[in-house]
């Protein structure tokens, strides 16, 4: 009985139906219709376009796109609730200091890459590294680990400050070159290649490096070293004052690992002020504040 109530109305349904499209045969039904793939813009999306994309020229992509990332790689999509407080992270320590020291906002607006990628977890790649950002010849930075934001999390904190004090240090030897002869303060101590992370902290700073990633190329070492110095409020006491009373060859290597890292920084700071006119002195001065 319960089908055959349901059969007839779907009949009565139909000839109704009919019924109506015969009456308007020669009217047109216009109503809009919305592309299945159309984003509607958010809240979110109108934060990002009046306080990035207009204000710094800075698209942030948050919306996975698989081509972010290479084809062997994996990685995790970013949550929707941990975008906002990720723009006011980068807002915080990385836009700020630069806009706080002379002649930071001009180099910020003027260097300031064309899109930032979110993405919700570190990449994961096949050699069994992970990447924890990336820089694409100055047009592109990518944060990964979106997902873990926590600001009370200093792990966390000091992570995405290094790579994103890194990654933007790259702009800059990708658009004014290394200082001159960096190359040639440790060039015994650069791995070969796929090699670095093989190393400890304490060896690569027996070479003269601020970590192991350092030792990888010039490039990277000119980027850990400008991040390490920004972020690392012991920067002081780890890689440039001298262990005292030595006694033993590796508490000499790490004193001349050390040497060799004040070497390294003094020609950055020096290369840093008069490339683009900041004082990197005045920039840690202001991240260290903002953190502390």
Same mark, same amino acid.
């Given at each position: 009985?319960?089908?055959?109530?349901?059969?007839?109305?779907?009949?009565?349904?139909?000839?109704?139906?009919?019924?109506?499209?015969?009456?308007?045969?020669?009217?047109?039904?216009?109503? @809009?219709?919305?592309? @299945?793939?159309?984003?509607?813009?958010?809240?979110?999306?109108?934060?990002?376009?009046?306080?990035?994309?207009?204000?710094? %020229?800075?698209?942030?992509?948050?919306?996975?796109?698989?081509?972010?990332? %290479?084809?062997?790689?994996?990685?995790?999509?970013?949550?929707? *609730?941990?975008?906002?407080?990720?723009? $006011?992270?980068?807002?915080?320590?990385?836009?700020? @200091?630069?806009?706080?020291?002379?002649?930071?906002?001009?180099?910020?607006?003027? /260097?300031?890459? +064309?899109?930032?990628?979110?993405?919700?977890?570190?990449?994961?790649?096949?050699?069994?590294?992970?990447?924890?950002?990336?820089?694409?010849?100055?047009?592109?930075?990518?944060?990964?680990?979106?997902? #873990?934001?926590?600001? +009370?999390?200093?792990?966390?904190?000091?992570?995405?400050?290094?790579?994103?004090?890194?990654?933007? =240090?790259?702009?800059? /030897?990708?658009?004014?070159?290394?200082? @001159?002869?960096?190359?040639?303060?440790?060039?015994?101590?650069?791995?070969? =290649?796929?090699?670095?992370?093989?190393?400890?902290?304490?060896? #690569?700073?027996?070479? %003269?490096?601020?970590?192991?990633?350092?030792?990888?190329?010039?490039?990277? $070492?000119?980027? *850990?070293?400008? #991040?390490?110095?920004?972020?690392?409020? $012991?920067?002081?006491? &780890?890689?440039?004052?001298?262990?005292?009373?030595?006694?033993?060859?590796?508490?000499?290597?790490?004193? =001349?690992?050390?040497?060799?890292?004040?070497?390294?920084?003094?020609?950055?700071?020096?290369?840093?002020? &008069?490339?683009?006119?900041?004082?990197?002195? $005045?920039?840690?001065?202001?991240?260290?504040?903002?953190?502390?």
């Amino acid at each position: 009985m319960f089908y055959i109530k349901k059969w007839s109305f779907s009949w009565v349904f139909l000839l109704l139906a009919i019924g109506q499209i015969s009456c308007y045969n020669n009217e047109e039904l216009n109503l @809009p219709v919305t592309p @299945p793939t159309a984003v509607v813009e958010s809240d979110l999306d109108k934060y990002i376009d009046n306080n990035f994309t207009k204000e710094f %020229g800075m698209a942030i992509r948050y919306r996975f796109v698989d081509n972010y990332v %290479g084809p062997t790689q994996r990685v995790t999509p970013p949550r929707l *609730e941990s975008v906002r407080p990720m723009l $006011d992270f980068i807002d915080e320590f990385w836009i700020g @200091p630069y806009l706080e020291v002379k002649n930071g906002e001009e180099f910020f607006r003027n /260097h300031v890459p +064309a899109e930032i990628i979110f993405l919700g977890g570190l990449i994961f790649n096949e050699n069994g590294t992970v990447t924890l950002g990336t820089a694409d010849a100055g047009a592109r930075i990518t944060f990964t680990n979106v997902n #873990a934001i926590d600001l +009370a999390d200093e792990d966390w904190v000091l992570l995405q400050l290094q790579t994103v004090y890194h990654e933007f =240090a790259h702009i800059v /030897h990708q658009t004014y070159k290394l200082p @001159p002869g960096f190359e040639t303060i440790s060039p015994q101590g650069y791995t070969s =290649a796929g090699s670095w992370f093989v190393l400890s902290d304490d060896e #690569a700073l027996r070479r %003269g490096f601020v970590s192991p990633y350092a030792t990888s190329s010039p490039n990277e $070492d000119f980027a *850990e070293t400008v #991040a390490f110095y920004l972020f690392d409020k $012991d920067f002081q006491v &780890k890689f440039i004052t001298l262990e005292d009373n030595c006694v033993s060859p590796e508490c000499e290597e790490r004193n =001349a690992g050390r040497i060799k890292i004040s070497e390294k920084l003094n020609s950055i700071r020096s290369h840093y002020e &008069k490339v683009t006119g900041v004082n990197l002195d $005045d920039v840690r001065a202001s991240v260290q504040a903002r953190l502390n």
